[in-house]
């Protein structure tokens, strides 16, 4: 099955410094990548994904990058901000053999402080 | 919208009591799941309904018992716990996979204390 390594476990930066999360999957058939950040005590947020047909994709300060061939996804948050601050969680998913469902396998997290 | 909600938010049981948690989502949502969080960890599943219909069940004791009444409500029905079952309980939707619908929403989650 598929198995999800997320690193590095703990990250402190400065603000306005960039960050940088990666994770490495080991199911190829794996094609869809999701980052969740989850604040304390609040549910897991969906910040931005992936599909195994793009390379890239940005949102505003955080971007995610796809390397289908060496099975890694990284997160990218620049300027960061004291709100930043949470656990990040990477995910990744390949198609159900049947049914509409979508079975995330997570990283185990990074613990993500920016300081003002 | 992309809202999912849980009830309660919080939740004491002894282990010999029966609750159940309920969740909810209007997005016409086809897939619903549940997790179960303990701290400093990700989330762990345990139930995946798609159409109303159990597809996933990673081997959850049988003391867990899920339930899908309709295409927008999912309960999980507590019997007989154990101090160790005690977590954050999730529950997540998605719209169907097989018409693009990846993405998975997080509900805010029942804090669980078993007694």
């Known amino acids: 099955g598929e198995n999800v390594e997320q690193h590095p476990s703990t990250l402190s930066v400065q603000e306005g410094d960039s960050a940088v999360i990666k994770c490495t999957y080991s199911?190829?058939?794996?094609?869809?990548f999701p980052w969740y950040k989850q604040e304390l005590g609040k549910r897991p947020q969906l910040i931005i994904d992936i599909r195994s047909n793009v390379g890239e994709k940005k949102d505003q300060r955080i971007a995610v990058t796809l390397n289908k061939t060496a099975k890694h996804f990284s997160l990218h948050i620049t300027e960061t901000q004291p709100e930043d601050s949470a656990v990040y969680f990477c995910?990744?998913?390949?198609?159900?053999?049947?049914?509409?469902?979508?079975?995330?396998?997570f990283g185990a997290g990074t613990r993500l402080a920016v300081h003002p | 919208d992309t809202e999912v909600t849980q009830t309660p938010k919080h939740l004491v049981m002894g282990m010999t009591n029966k609750k159940s948690l309920k969740c909810e989502q209007h997005m016409g949502h086809r897939a619903m799941y549940w997790y179960k969080q303990k701290a400093k960890k990700p989330p762990e599943l345990m139930f995946v309904y798609s159409y109303e219909k159990l597809s996933i069940n990673e081997s959850v004791p049988s003391r867990f018992s899920p339930e899908c009444p309709n295409s927008s409500l999912l309960n999980l029905h507590l019997h007989a716990l154990q101090p160790e079952d005690s977590a954050l309980y999730l529950c997540a939707s998605s719209a169907d996979r097989e018409v693009g619908g990846y993405e998975q929403y997080f509900g805010p989650g029942t804090r669980l204390t078993v007694t």
């Open positions: 995910a990744a998913s390949a198609p159900p053999i049947l049914g509409g469902y979508n079975k995330l396998i």
């Open positions: 199911d190829s058939a794996s094609n869809y």
